[in-house]
């Protein structure tokens, strides 16, 4: 599925909703512990769905869960990782082996519920109408993502190999987060040896060639530049953000620019300096020409 800055533009989710979102979970967050209990006495009617409260203990923990997500709904924020919750919340339906006409009928009960209570809290009939249009926008998003992760959920278990593709696929996940741990911790560990590189060419500024040393210490404060934007890159990935090959062009070019500084006071010959040169100019064209892309495409 999309990235939630897509299903948001998709539902017209602006500035103005962010604010309504505010006041909407100022209004309903006090009646989490009432909305719990009413979902519970509405899901109970149902004798498919009652047969999922066989026990006490998971009575309380489904209370329990369904108030966490009624707030969950308009606490936000909604980013990557709040999809990720909601495909999850319809994989976890299929699993079970609960129906999608449910969980429509059950986001029908979370509106009503919801406007019941906006409607009664507010006496100015514009605010009531703006508040309602984002109370529409969030739970519609809510839904749309649900039962598109429950589609795909679906669809999967017409395959023999289900389980074991999702095996597979699980631990693949862990792996992949477990490397992209050990790829953090390997940039901390390079932003370290960097900053002790600069510390080392500011010192040699001072201590022998004044002119060297500050050119070396140059390219290394644009190495560290870069390792700090490596660094917040990696951090994205690991917050459920988009990777980007860009950043590495951008780290070359940088590189190439640091030997070009300290080519121009070392004795280098007319070739080697020319290839620097060189590899400068190309990889500028590449990133002018990605810049150029990206914008293209907006």
């Known amino acids: 599925m999309e990235s939630m800055d897509e299903v948001r533009k998709h539902y017209g989710f602006a500035a103005k909703d962010e604010e309504n979102l505010k006041e909407l979970s100022a209004i309903l967050f006090p009646y989490s512990g009432n909305f719990a209990e009413a979902f519970y006495d509405f899901l109970i009617e149902d004798p498919h769905l009652a047969s999922f409260f066989k026990t006490d203990a998971a009575i309380q923990k489904r209370k329990e869960t369904i108030a966490a997500w009624f707030k969950d709904v308009f606490a936000g924020p909604y980013n990557n990782l709040h999809l990720m919750r909601l495909q999850r919340i319809g994989e976890v339906h299929v699993r079970i082996g609960l129906k999608g006409h449910y969980v429509n009928s059950a986001m029908n009960f979370v509106r009503s519920f919801c406007i019941r209570q906006t409607v009664a ?52 996940d862990r792996l992949l987060h477990g490397l992209n741990i050990v790829l953090l911790v390997g940039l901390i560990a390079m932003a370290i040896g960097v900053v002790s590189l600069l510390v080392y060419d500011i010192h040699s500024a001072f201590t022998s060639d004044l002119q060297t040393g500050v050119i070396k210490a140059l ?66 064209i590449i990133l002018y020409l990605l810049a150029k892309a990206d914008s293209w495409q907006k």
């Open 121 to 172: 809290s507010l006496a100015n009939e514009e605010k009531k109408a703006d508040l309602q249009e984002t109370l529409n926008k969030v739970l519609d998003l809510n839904l749309d993502v649900i039962t598109s992760s429950y589609r795909e959920a679906e669809l999967k278990k017409v395959f023999l190999s289900y389980k074991a593709e999702s095996t597979m696929i699980r631990w693949s």
């Open 219 to 284: 390219g290394s404060l644009l190495i560290l530049w870069m390792i700090i934007e490596l660094l917040h890159t990696q951090m994205d990935v690991l917050k459920g953000g988009k990777f980007h090959v860009r950043i590495f062009l951008e780290l070359a070019l940088v590189a190439f620019i640091r030997k070009l500084f300290v080519a121009s006071v070392e004795s280098k010959d007319a070739v080697t300096f020319g290839v620097l040169l060189g590899g400068t100019f190309v990889l500028g």
